[in-house]
């Protein structure tokens, strides 16, 4: 029964209920790992991998829009703790904004701001920055900015779009706030899971899961894939164990169409790894940051983690 007081109200449609509640508490509640931890960690190639991923795309982007523009203005949109931030002061931008639904994340996001900018060596460069908590499946972020007429060259959503899909409202709104405000000619990057890799592994299972030691994937059932709402609770070792939903690519596209975007381009991990690692640069990247080949044949045993697990999850998305 609810309280007294707000007995009067409306009942809440169904875009306002949802799990974006739980997906803030729990990663509010995530620690930080110092790197000597985190190095030991069974998913340490596989977070590194998909740094590296992010790193070479992130790059990318800027170098498309510096080819026309010096100064870089860049939303963050699902920020987390700000796991990207050194990406974007190497790509010497002049402005980024970070949000995210996770109050904690958005304050530990700011502190490491802070303390890079601390850190700068006199006359180094490093971008101004805003933070705002915010749900992106509900509140309009431009409400937010410090001005409302803010322009971004480059909205990028690394590993969040799919917590959106919960219902049409809330994909939709996300894609406002992450097109909306888009200079023309900007681009919305981003990483998700690939639904339909999801589905062949669920359909291959047995039961209505799958996965191994590190990972575990379980939907409520198999056959029936709603377009919104598909909802499955993803499993990975010492990071997420939170409610996620299928993005199913091509209503995705049509869906950004309304909002003035055409796709340039969509890669699973796999594709864009096998284009990007033909340059020497990201090569020499990939191997910088410790992130294991992991569709390599060479057999290179210093790229090659012991654990084979650390393989099977970095070909899942
Ligand atoms: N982008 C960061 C990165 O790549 O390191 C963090 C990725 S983490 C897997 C997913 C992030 O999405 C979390 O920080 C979570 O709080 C955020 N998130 C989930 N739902 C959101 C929403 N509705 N609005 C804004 N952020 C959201």
């Avoid at 960690?41 to 070479?56: G, H, P």
């Avoid at 509900?138 to 590993?159: A, E, G, N, W």
């Avoid at 291959?204 to 709402?229: H, I, Q, R, W």
Wanted: aromatic share 12%; charged share 30%.
């Amino acid at each position: 029964r609810k309280p007294l007081d707000t007995e009067d109200e409306p009942p809440k449609k169904r875009h306002e209920v949802g799990h974006g509640q739980a997906v803030a508490a729990h990663y509010n509640e995530l620690q930080e790992v110092g790197l000597e931890k985190r190095s030991q960690s069974r998913i340490f190639y596989l977070r590194n991998f998909n740094n590296w991923t992010k790193s070479v795309l992130i790059g990318e982007f800027i170098d498309r829009v510096r080819r026309k523009k010096s100064d870089i203005t860049v939303l963050d949109l699902g920020c987390g703790k700000g796991g990207d931030l050194l990406k974007w002061k190497k790509g010497r931008i002049k402005k980024l904004v970070c949000t995210d639904i996770a109050d904690i994340s958005v304050q530990q996001c700011k502190q490491r701001y802070e303390d890079m900018k601390a850190r700068c060596r006199y006359n180094e460069h490093i971008f101004d920055a805003e933070f705002i908590q915010a749900d992106s499946t509900k509140d309009h972020l431009s409400t937010k900015y410090s001005d409302p007429d803010m322009r971004f060259d480059i909205c990028s959503c690394q590993f969040v779009y799919h917590y959106s899909f919960e219902t049409y409202e809330q994909a939709d709104m996300m894609l406002k706030n992450a097109c909306g405000n888009l200079s023309p000619g900007g681009y919305f990057i981003g990483t998700t899971p690939n639904s339909f890799e999801l589905v062949k592994r669920l359909e291959a299972s047995e039961t209505n899961s799958f996965g191994n030691e590190v990972y575990n994937v379980k939907f409520e059932k198999k056959g029936d894939y709603p377009l919104f709402g598909c909802k499955y609770d993803f499993h990975l070792e010492e990071v997420v164990d939170v409610p996620e939903f299928l993005v199913y690519f091509p209503l995705l596209e049509e869906m950004a169409k309304k909002h003035g975007m055409k796709l340039v381009y969509k890669m699973t991990f796999r594709e864009f790894y096998e284009e990007k690692i033909k340059n020497e640069e990201h090569k020499m990247l990939l191997r910088r940051m410790q992130a294991l080949e992991p569709y390599s044949t060479s057999g290179d045993s210093r790229l090659v983690s012991d654990n084979p697990d650390d393989y099977e999850h970095a070909k899942e998305f």
